[in-house]
């Protein structure tokens, strides 16, 4: 996996920032690296991702 990271602003409902929040929690797990691996995993599972690519972002 290519390490390099791109920043981008991100407008998003405040319940699912929250409700995003709470399971990046749970999961012990930063809202970046959360948004990270839910984004990672719907890529996965559409297809779009390579399957040797890591599961978790830390």
């Not at 290519?2 to 929690?25: T, Y």
């Not at 930063?30 to 890591?54: C, D, I, M, Y």
Request: net charge positive.
């Amino acid at each position: 996996m290519n390490d390099a990271r791109k920043s981008f602003p991100l407008r998003i409902n405040a319940e699912v920032l929250a409700a995003v929040q709470r399971w990046a929690d749970d999961d012990l797990r930063s809202l970046n690296a959360q948004v990270e691996f839910l984004l990672r995993e719907a890529l996965r599972n559409a297809g779009r991702l390579a399957k040797n690519q890591p599961t978790r972002a830390r």
